[in-house]
């Protein structure tokens, strides 16, 4: 018997009715340059609700986890340490991905 898993998300969500209208239309391709325009204004968008007017922002097509993945394995070397200032459920998590792929966090 598979092992109780603690599920974190907001539920229910409330979904305006416009989005739910959105999920009836056609999908557009990952290549279509439709949706190589509207990623670039969502991005220009992201930037100004996170105040980055420098740096780059990301989008991530996946859960926190991928995120947490991604920020690892781009920024730190296998056996390489790094510090996570973290406490509670993120910063376990963090620790857990890091030693899967051979980093070590300082806690």
Same mark, same amino acid.
């Given at each position: ?52 007017? @420098?740096? %780059?922002? !990301?989008? $991530?097509?996946?859960? +926190?986890?991928?995120?947490?993945? =991604? ?6 070397? @296998?056996? %390489?340490? !790094?510090? $996570?200032?973290?406490? +509670?459920?993120?910063?376990?998590? =963090? ?13």
């Amino acid at each position: 018997m598979p092992k109780e898993q603690l599920l974190m998300i907001p539920d229910p969500s409330p979904v305006h009715p416009r989005i739910i209208n959105s999920l009836s239309l056609p999908t557009v391709s990952h290549v279509s340059p439709v949706l190589v325009e509207e990623l670039k204004e969502a991005l220009v968008n992201l930037k100004k609700i996170v105040f980055c007017k @420098k740096g %780059e922002a !990301f989008m $991530v097509a996946g859960d +926190g986890t991928l995120a947490m993945e =991604m920020a690892i394995l781009n920024t730190v070397e @296998k056996r %390489e340490s !790094f510090l $996570v200032l973290s406490q +509670g459920f993120s910063g376990e998590r =963090m620790d857990q991905i890091a030693q899967s792929f051979d980093r070590d966090i300082v806690e």
